[in-house]
């Protein structure tokens, strides 16, 4: 693993410790980031994906470290029913009627994040040995 990869593993980590702690700012002061529903749309995109259709560079790009390769590894590391609750918690963070439900889903979300950058911290620290292949 290049040391840029690693470094990719340690900035999806601190993109999801930032969404946890507005999160956490929400839930705890009741106070929104303005542009926290856009940040959760990009995970819910890069979490989601678009069905039957190919995902463009330039759509990757928009999602920040969440469109990236090891941000989609890192995704794919978590369980598949993890992956669910996390895109379901995050529909209902940003269109749940009342405050008090979306501050129930945030603390969920929350949860999920830190299982999240944990997973991210371990590919940081333990990265995989390169593999070389060898030619007759």
Known sequence: ?????RAR???FA???RKLTDALIEF???????PDLNSRLRKVLASIEGTPGKTTSVKA?????SFGTYEGVLTLDDMES???K?????????????TEQEQK?????????????????????????PRVRSVTA
């Not at 693993?1 to 990869?5: N, P, R």
């Not at 990757?60 to 920040?64: I, K, N, S």
């Not at 603390?107 to 620290?125: G, H």
């Open 104 to 128: 129930r889903s945030a603390l969920q979300a929350i949860e999920l994040f830190d299982i999240l950058e944990s997973r991210a911290l371990y590919r940081y620290n333990h990265p995989a």
């Open 60 to 64: 990757l790009r928009q999602r920040g």
């Open 9 to 11: 593993y340690l900035i």
């Open 27 to 33: 839930v705890e002061e009741g106070r929104r980031s």
């Open 85 to 97: 609750a996390l895109a379901t918690t995050l529909h209902s963070v940003i269109t749940a009627k």
């Open 1 to 5: 693993m290049t040391t840029g990869s």
């Open 14 to 16: 601190l993109s999801v």
């Open 81 to 83: 029913t993890d992956r």
